[in-house]
């Protein structure tokens, strides 16, 4: 090929070719055929031999990933990309998870019971701090011992556990009662077991004094409605037990009568 071109430029260098028309046709002519020429040599082989030459060189960043506490910079081997001038980087680091500790679980009240060898004296220790205007007799039986307390303003219920009273007196909510008076223990249930029978105060001014029963079932605490005429509450006024039986009385004709309990169905009936 160089031959052909050197012949042809004699040519045009000869006699005759040289600045005619002619002459510079040709000699254009081989310029432009040079230069393609060596672009596409330069783009085959000269070019294609740098870029195989430029070496892909692992770099080292400092990543910096913050725990709960501190933030530590942790070496991060990462791939630059050749030959563009901007290395984007991309890490995804595992979410950082905090551990909290849960809150202390408490009695609503609050209350840690002295530790006393038996239930009567933790009973006597109890009565040292809470000073209550009365309390309860032992429960028994197959089920957990309990007592309740009847306090100035409100009613609290202990299970016994080995050394000391766990309060239970978040079982005893109540609504629509005034200030607590009393408790009873009678077996209103008629199942062995000692229930509580607490008397209230009437949140109405000049109302009757109001009763409720408290009692377990299956060793489970709850509360007994009353069912009176087709009407279901939770309180009856002036509920009472003596010897035998328990009763009511009509705050309206002040009638006294008699509370039954019905086990099919866990409710008080007062029979007219």
Known sequence: MFDFFKSFWDKASGPGGGFTPKGII???????????IASVVYTTFIRSDESANQSMTPIT??????????????PTTVSETVPQTTTSVSITLAPTVATIAPEKTSTSWDFVSPIAGNPKDGLYLLNDILKPKDWS??????????????????????????????????????????TPLRVKSVDVTNDGNIDFLYEFENPVSG???LGAVFAQKECSWHWI?????????RTTPYLNHDSAYLSMVDPDSGEPFIVNYNQLIDRFEVVR
Not at 26 to 36: D, F, K
Not at 61 to 74: D, M, P, R
Request: hydrophobic share 45%; proline share 3%.
């Open 225 to 233: 409605d009353v069912v009176d005429q087709g009407s279901i509450s």
């Open 26 to 36: 040709i000699r254009l002519g081989i310029s432009v055929a040079a230069s393609l």
């Open 137 to 178: 007799k032992f429960t028994g039986g197959t089920c957990p011992v309990f007592v309740s307390l009847v306090l100035a303003d409100s009613i609290r219920l202990f299970k016994w556990s080995t050394d000391r009273w766990i309060d239970y007196s978040e079982l005893l909510t109540i609504e629509n009662v005034g």
């Open 61 to 74: 960043v400092l990543v910096s990933v913050t725990s709960v506490e501190t933030t530590t910079l942790v």
């Open 207 to 209: 109302g009757p004094k």
